[in-house]
């Protein structure tokens, strides 16, 4: 049981002066300076007032109450143009506040969203290959979580961070000039308080971690046996069910008492030390008024500003791990703009005006993995409305067809033709979309039906209407309750596989491609959604070249030409008749079907 | 929800039961957790008291150096007592609080697995995944910083009260008169932060959802060039995301500056009024000091009060909604009251007039199904919503059945314990799911002792043997999120595996075979036919080759049988089986 389960990586460790990295991450600040600056400004303004405060105290106390050398009333009036100045900072504190914190949003989040569309852009960008290497769940955190950190370090750290410093430049200052010797003594703790709040960062950040890996690991057993229930029940597991999640929520427990162990003694000692320095100004500060060199009000002043020193101590330790941990994020997502796609365009691609259809492959190699090659000196011409169906068993190379006729991948050797235009000097977008592509698994957006259909393209009502009624899809649109305008995909209405499946042949006629694709749909559709399925692909398939991908033989009655792929290769290929008479591999795939029915009923089949 | 039906004073009611029971298994641990609170509560108004003494001395020259040095030491001596005493009641009372939430979660798991499908279909996995994580940890927030920062609040507030009252009782209400409404504003915003809050945290989700599904079907996208579209998409996901922060730094940038207005505001009336009463010589300079220090204490403990009483708030709401689901009863379950009958390995299954409705529904599923099952296999076919996946469950259990419709050897299940009539079943159901584990463990998860060659021999049956020997590790590989990613086929092979590796009398496979490809599910009819001999088996199936080897086959309509036979009686008699077997076959025969 020792896996993180969904944690793809745990912060390794960037450092947090990579120059590069920050280069980067400031292009992207350029263009929001005023803001920055603004918000640079608020914060001067927010440790200014929040300095000034105390300070306006001591003079309220020596100037006027404790003065016995003004008159009574003078002394009132001093204290009360005291209290309105504060009243003033006060109010100055509070707009600079509020000002700050929604500017330093705003800001944030827009570096960030451009960011975000920067990736993610860019991750549509890749080919193929480089989704084959890099599974969807870690792009998803890099586009996600890991932006997420680095606004966390925009917001919370980077200005706060430079208010921080300048706070405790300022405080150590005025402690400084307001009693020397007192600010001298004090500096002896700040480096105990330091090394105190990193050592306890860094087990903190153990401690999150490994509650954040527990609690994931918790929880995805939790997701499974309630999935499974039924399983469990069945097999009568649930004791074993129970025995085991109580194992993983014994853990989580006991880490969360570790957490709680570990603050416990921090925190508190964090609190002590800031009491050694209030007991330090006492025992020290009391005895210069004593010996009459610093004033009661210097005392009380120098109370109130060593809490205001402390505090940004005592979070050091955070702001740094979070600014190590965006520096880390933003590494990888760097790391992954920078990746390049390994299709090369060409300098200036074609755009055909006109497409016959007709498709050959010449003396192809591809493979996978280097050394294991798919498809070996591959050659293959079809026809201008030509109807191809491949078949053959699992791993014979069928889909790979696919994913070089849409160019997802570049053969290795030989070529691919269009036409008789070369598939690499063709236009990519001008390629694909003379192609339609129907596979088992059908993307929805979550938008409306039209919309999912017509994906971006303009059609006339009365087309969308023959499209809907060709494709089938007319009577699953009637069924929907706003009809066209339903809402599907996430969080809207849920369509069956054989809907979606019709969906997807929409598509095909509003786009009208020269070439159709169909992969050949395993999921169990059931017999009647199957039969409109095939009335439907008929429509479809008229007047246009067709590959059909055949996992079950049942599109096979349409094709004018059958290929049986074995190991990359063309091992036989015909008509239906001729592929029986020749009683080889078609025939045996044939006859699997064909004694099945033998064995129940002898005299069925004709 | 269904939390509307339910008044508030239920929900805290119900609440506070639940937490009186923890209290009471846990009182020895709170009792010493509040004492040690109060201790660090006491020596916390002590310190300004000492500071108060210092700075009275100071003022009056009356200090030697050596009193000075005791006031510090004393000072120290007490900010280490604090420490001691607050390690103590972290330890004990937020320790209190995830006991419960352990203890909580292990009830609600260990009950939701007595729970049967008519219960838990009213609830998606996820409902209850959220009862485990989101609403457990406002329970757990509650019990634990919500009673703690409450107990110190009322502590705290009613000591630096009373204090700065015994200094001076006007000035005490000047400085005091501004924190209600700190009290007030928490309360109003607070529970207005955790709603922004959540909705940052949907759009947020909704952004890694549309993200993954774009970037999993990026074949798909670039097939239909649908990279722009894709693009502008996310950019509107992304600015409805950047709406939602604002409004969140809006609420946040409102409340922590108005508190510490709220704060500044007290200390001006403590520095204008204090200052004009110590001119006045009515209070010491020391008072006015201390004044002060008993004021900063006072602010936190006022913004406590409104945000616990959200805090509570939502516990409660969350404690009532686990309620709920540990009220649920399962529909079925053992008759505790008399032994439960005993069959002996099951031969004989009978149905009689079996008729089944879910509930809410008002179509019945299932009606008047009668049919006498003894060793061999029986097919079932129909369209989709035919009911024939009802009448798995039926028989798995998953349901509870009236008396006098089901029979095992003459006895009516509801005479029999759950657990026998399961374990005298393997169900391989149409939706798989795997365990994230080995595949060996997998295969072997209702027969844990299994030995290494009956998990194999139970792979080769179901046609996946080769497959996993030829997967890195063999069957030691893991299946799931970090695991390998199996295909639909391979999942439903090893399912099959799954309950192949079970010797149980009767067999069910639930159109278990759908994303396997022809040849192997062919290869698997073959292989299990010599499984399958002397054992009850229902298959269900949307192929009919997949029913070569039944006895008799039932074509299911509505709910109803309308046919049932041999193959050739079918074929003759029945239309729907005809037009699925004409083209079924024209297809494999390839229109000739």
């Known amino acids: ?606 | 929800m269904a939390v509307g039906q339910i008044s508030a004073g239920d929900t805290f009611r119900e609440a506070l039961g639940r937490l009186r029971f923890f209290a009471r298994r846990y009182r020895g641990r709170l009792a010493a957790g509040f004492m040690a609170l109060f201790a660090v509560d006491i020596l916390q108004l002590a310190i300004p008291r000492v500071i108060k003494s210092a700075v009275d001395a100071i003022h009056n020259r009356s200090a030697t150096p050596d009193d000075l040095f005791r006031f510090g030491v004393i000072i120290v001596l007490i900010a280490v007592g604090i420490g001691l005493f607050r390690l103590g009641w972290r330890y004990l009372l937020l320790g209190f609080s995830r006991l419960v939430e352990r203890d909580l979660r292990e009830e609600l798991f260990k009950h939701a697995l007595t729970l049967d499908k008519s219960v838990l279909q009213q609830r998606s996995v996820g409902e209850v995944m959220a009862l485990s994580s989101n609403d457990l940890a406002a329970v757990q927030l509650a019990c634990g910083m919500g009673l703690v920062a409450f107990a110190d609040a009322v502590v705290i507030s009613i000591a630096a009260i009373g204090f700065m009252i015994y200094i001076n009782p006007l000035l005490t209400v000047a400085a005091v008169a501004p924190l209600p409404v700190l009290v007030l504003l928490t309360r109003l915003l607070s529970s207005r932060l955790h709603r922004h809050f959540q909705k940052v945290q949907e759009q947020f989700s909704r952004i890694s959802e549309f993200a993954r599904s774009s970037l999993s079907s990026v074949r798909l996208v670039k097939a239909y060039t649908q990279e722009g579209m894709q693009v502008s998409l996310f950019h509107r996901l992304g600015q409805g995301y950047i709406r939602e922060n604002l409004r969140l730094a809006l609420v946040q940038g409102i409340l922590f500056p108005v508190a510490g207005l709220v704060a500044n505001i007290s200390l001006l009336s403590i520095l204008y009024f204090g200052g004009r009463f110590t001119l006045a010589g009515e209070i010491s300079m020391g008072d006015f000091v201390a004044f002060m220090s008993y004021l900063a204490m006072l602010t936190w403990p006022m913004m406590a009060f409104g945000w616990v009483a959200n805090l509570f708030q939502r516990g409660a709401t969350s404690m009532a909604r686990i309620g709920e689901l540990l009220r649920e009863r399962p529909a079925l379950c053992d008759n505790v009251s008399e032994a439960p009958a005993e069959t002996g390995r099951v031969d004989r299954v009978a149905l009689s007039a079996l008729s089944f409705t879910y509930p809410g529904r008002e179509i019945p599923a299932l009606a008047d199904i009668s049919l006498q099952l003894s060793s061999g296999v029986c097919g079932v076919v129909g369209r989709t919503g035919s009911g024939k996946t009802t009448l798995c469950h039926l028989l798995a259990r998953y349901y509870p059945v009236k008396n006098g419709e089901i029979f095992l050897n003459g006895v009516d299940v509801n005479q029999l314990s759950l657990a026998a009539v399961r374990g005298g079943i393997s169900y391989v159901p149409q939706d798989v799911v795997l365990f994230s584990d080995t595949v060996a463990a997998n295969i072997a998860m209702g027969k844990p002792d299994a030995t290494a060659e009956e998990i194999e021999a139970a792979a080769r049956t179901a046609v996946i043997h080769d497959e996993i020997v030829a997967m890195e590790q063999g069957y030691q590989t893991r299946i799931g999120e970090r695991g390998v990613k199996l295909s639909g086929g391979q999942r439903q092979r090893i399912a099959l595996a799954r309950a192949l590796i079970l010797d149980r009398p009767v067999f069910i496979l639930d159109d278990a075979l759908s994303a396997v490809d022809m040849e192997t599910e062919h290869a698997i009819i073959r292989s299990i036919a010599a499984y399958l001999r002397g054992k009850i088996c229902l298959i269900v199936s949307h192929r009919l080759a997949s029913l070569a080897e039944a006895d008799t086959i039932l074509v299911l309509d509505q709910g109803r049988i309308v046919a049932r036979g041999g193959h050739d009686q079918l074929i003759r008699e029945n239309v729907f089986y005809q037009t699925i077997y004409r083209h079924q076959t024209t297809v494999a025969a390839g229109g000739v």
Not at chain 1, 129 to 144: S, W
Not at chain 1, 252 to 269: A, N
Request: charged share 20%.
């Open chain 1, 1 to 606: 049981m020792r896996h993180d389960y969904g944690y793809f990586e745990e912060d390794h460790l960037v450092s947090v002066g990579e120059l590069s990295l920050w280069r980067r991450i400031l292009g992207y600040v350029r263009p929001h300076a005023t803001p920055v600056a603004g918000a640079v400004f608020l914060s001067l303004v927010i440790t200014a007032t929040g300095l000034v405060l105390p300070y306006l105290v001591s003079i309220a106390i020596d100037r006027y109450i404790v003065n016995q050398d003004l008159g009574i009333d003078l002394r009132i009036h001093g204290l009360g143009r005291v209290a309105l100045f504060f009243f003033g900072f006060i109010v100055l504190e509070f707009f600079a506040n509020l000002f700050q914190v929604v500017l330093l949003e705003w800001t944030g989040q827009h570096v960030m969203h451009r960011l975000r569309q920067d990736l993610f852009r860019h991750l549509l960008d890749l080919d193929l290959p480089f989704f084959h290497r890099n599974p969807v769940g870690k792009l998803v955190t890099r586009v996600t979580n890991d932006i997420q950190n680095m606004h966390e370090m925009f917001t919370s750290v980077i200005v706060t961070l430079f208010n921080d410093l300048v706070r405790v430049v300022g405080i150590l200052a005025i402690l400084f000039w307001m009693n020397w010797r007192m600010a001298l003594i004090l500096c002896l703790l700040v480096p105990v308080i330091a090394a105190n709040t990193i050592w306890f960062g860094r087990l903190a950040r153990n401690v999150f971690r490994e509650i954040r890996t527990s609690l994931a690991r918790l929880n995805s057993y939790l997701q499974e046996s309630l999935s499974g229930l039924e399983i469990i029940q069945l097999y009568l597991r649930e004791k074993d069910a129970a025995e085991r999640f109580t194992a993983l929520n014994r853990g989580y427990f006991s880490q969360t008492i570790r957490q709680i162990t570990l603050f416990g003694i921090f925190m508190p000692l964090l609190e002590v030390l800031a009491t050694v320095a209030v007991a330090l100004v006492i025992w020290y500060g009391g005895g210069e008024i004593v010996r009459n060199r610093m004033s009661i009000g210097v005392l009380v002043a120098f109370l109130s500003y060593m809490r205001l020193f402390f505090q940004p101590l005592r979070e050091l330790s955070q702001k740094y791990s979070i600014v190590q941990s965006a520096m880390a994020s933003a590494e990888r997502i760097f790391q992954l703009m920078d990746s390049r796609p390994g299709l090369k365009s060409a300098a200036s691609p074609l755009r055909p005006e006109t497409v016959s259809g007709a498709v050959r492959f010449q003396n192809v190699t591809f493979g996978y993995e280097p050394g294991r090659p798919v498809l070996e000196d591959f050659s293959l011409a079809i026809a201008a409305g030509e109807t191809v169906a491949v078949v053959g068993p699992t791993g014979a190379g069928k889909s790979t067809l696919i994913n070089l006729l849409e160019r997802f991948y570049d053969p290795e050797q030989g070529e691919i033709f269009f036409d008789d235009t070369e598939s690499r000097r063709l236009d990519l977008f001008w390629l694909r979309s003379r192609i339609g592509l129907v596979m088992q698994d059908v993307f929805i957006l979550p938008d409306t039906v039209r919309e999912n259909i017509l994906l971006g393209r303009e059609i006339s009502g009365t087309s969308l209407d023959e499209v809907l009624e060709q494709a089938q899809f007319a009577g699953v649109v009637r069924g929907l309750p706003q009809g066209l305008d339903t809402r599907i995909g996430e969080g809207g209405t849920a369509l069956s596989a054989g809907q979606r499946q019709l969906l997807a042949l929409a598509r095909v006629l509003v786009r009208d491609p020269r070439i159709l694709i169909l992969d050949e749909a395993t999921s169990s559709v059931d017999t009647e959604t199957e039969m409109l399925l095939e009335t439907a692909l008929e429509r479809v398939m008229a007047g246009r070249t067709s590959i059909i991908i055949a996992h079950r033989l049942s599109t096979i009655r349409r094709a004018d030409r059958i290929l049986v792929l074995q190991k990359g290769k063309i091992v036989e290929q015909g008509d239906h008749l001729e592929l029986m008479r020749k009683n080889g591999l078609y025939r045996r795939l044939q006859d699997l079907q064909h004694t099945e029915y033998h064995g129940v009923a002898p005299e069925g089949t004709g």
